[in-house]
């Protein structure tokens, strides 16, 4: 609870969300309670404690924060984050105020707000004011000596991190790591992407350095691939692209080793559980969305997305997997990053050669539980003479026994180019989307028809009772 100077007592509490708690696999021995039964409790421990406001941070997307406003009585405003967006102008749902800022720290939002003592209600003045409600951060507000000290003491901190875990190889986060005449942005959802291309090519061929052998595929998920590289607009960053950005841009997460990002994993999958990767990237975006779609490095491949699911019945938030979302798939057989020659051999949906694949730690955690729900898409980790591998088997490690993680292999691949290629300034047709008639087109076309001949048919069989 904070006073402020006025006398007003502010209570705040936090909630991680159910959908935001379903990513994250590795959470270990933790235990989710009902979200809207402990906030109607802590709401009334903040009342009881003298609270006439209440504010919530929430961590759990905007529909879930939506619910929490109609289920948990007493929250005058949610600060909410989880799902990437900004809501513009703030929502009013049962009298609540939602606001998403936006993410990224693109913008910081202000709430101008007027607590009336005899109704107990807060009311906006933000329009009475003229304030906006997001305001846009950039180089043009003043630095804040508090704060700056702040970062100064985390810098020093972080660099000496850096410096220990590589070896010296990297030292300072500001350092300028590559130029870039161009930006290599994640800019759409459910489609190949220039950044993501970047980030899966560093993947597969500074493992290959790393590794010792070939590795024919590399597939990241846009969900850890967390941001964008945008080339600086100050005369001194013009063009130039800092170590940080890229670490900002790969470094989420942790391994076993729990030191700052996920670890790469290798291991061998058949030509069969490539299709099933895929079918599992089609069907999981369908479902919880944009960040379980794939980008990939030495591989192209046509779908469908309307193919992936029969039906998502409704009531129960349950899909039917059709798996038949991927069309072609052909594997790139030259060296270097993927082109457009005709270095690609075409893999079979049921074939059983071997191929070197690596992706991340997170990835990897998610790939192997959906065959355990839907056995034909089955995905079981193989070493090159089929032995069966665990998870921690395949992590990728370096001589020095550390992990090599996937900030590593993006900062390593960033520093060796030293100038941004020019294939990254177009996407270069690795996923193709062919799009036809959703197969829930038929399966709800289907029921109707079997309803109507149910009720035509129950229609005859009454009337030749009645006759």
């Not at 010296?168 to 993501?196: C, L, P």
């Not at 938030?317 to 051999?345: C, H, R, W």
Request: aromatic share 8%; proline share 3%; with cysteine.
């Amino acid at each position: 609870i904070f006073t402020l100077s006025n006398g007003l007592k502010v209570g705040v509490f936090g909630i991680q969300g159910k959908s935001a708690f379903s990513l994250a696999p590795a959470a270990g021995d933790v235990t989710i309670f009902d979200q809207f039964e402990i906030g109607n409790e802590t709401v009334k421990v903040l009342e009881k404690e003298g609270a006439d406001v209440i504010v919530l941070l929430s961590h759990s997307g905007i529909e879930e924060d939506k619910i929490m406003a109609k289920k948990i009585k007493g929250i005058d405003v949610i600060l909410g984050g989880h799902d990437h967006i900004n809501t513009k102008n703030p929502l009013i749902v049962e009298n609540t105020i939602i606001v998403h800022p936006d993410y990224y720290l693109r913008h910081y939002g202000q709430l101008d707000l007027a607590f009336d003592t005899e109704t107990k209600q807060i009311k906006l003045l933000n329009e009475l004011n003229g304030t906006q409600y997001l305001q846009p951060l950039g180089a043009d507000i003043p630095e804040d000596s508090t704060i700056a000290a702040i970062i100064k003491t985390a810098t020093e901190e972080l660099n000496n991190y850096l410096t220990s875990y590589t070896n010296g190889q990297f030292n300072k986060i500001d350092t300028s790591i590559i130029e870039a005449a161009f930006d290599v942005a994640k800019d759409a959802e459910y489609k190949e992407t220039t950044i993501g291309n970047f980030v899966a090519d560093a993947m597969r061929l500074e493992g290959e350095k790393i590794i010792g052998d070939k590795i024919d595929l590399a597939i990241q998920g846009n969900g850890v691939i967390r941001g964008d590289i945008i080339t600086g607009k100050l005369d001194n960053t013009k063009g130039k692209f800092a170590l940080f950005d890229l670490l900002t841009l790969a470094g989420l997460g942790s391994g076993p080793d729990h030191s700052a990002g996920y670890p790469m994993v290798s291991c061998y999958l058949t030509e069969k559980e490539i299709f099933n990767v895929l079918e599992v990237t089609a069907m999981m975006s369908q479902v919880y969305g944009d960040n379980f779609f794939l980008q990939v490095s030495g591989l192209k491949y046509t779908y469908d997305p309307g193919k992936s699911l029969w039906l998502k019945v409704p009531v129960l938030g349950t899909p039917i997997p059709a798996t038949m979302a991927v069309k072609s798939v052909f594997l790139y057989t030259g060296e270097g990053v993927q082109d457009d020659s005709d270095n690609y051999i075409e893999l079979k949906r049921d074939g059983d050669r071997l191929f070197h694949v690596v992706t991340d730690y997170y990835l990897a955690k998610f790939l192997p539980m959906v065959g355990e729900v839907l056995p034909k898409l089955k995905i079981s980790f193989k070493d090159k003479e089929r032995k069966d591998l665990s998870l921690d088997e395949c992590i990728v490690y370096q001589k020095d026994g550390k992990e090599f993680k996937v900030w590593q292999a993006v900062s390593i691949y960033a520093q060796g180019l030293h100038q941004m290629p020019t294939i990254y300034k177009e996407t270069q047709h690795r996923i193709t989307k062919e799009e036809g008639i959703p197969l829930k087109v038929w399966t709800i076309t289907g029921l109707v028809a079997l309803l109507l001949i149910l009720i035509v048919g129950g229609r005859k069989f009454k009337n030749r009772k009645k006759n």
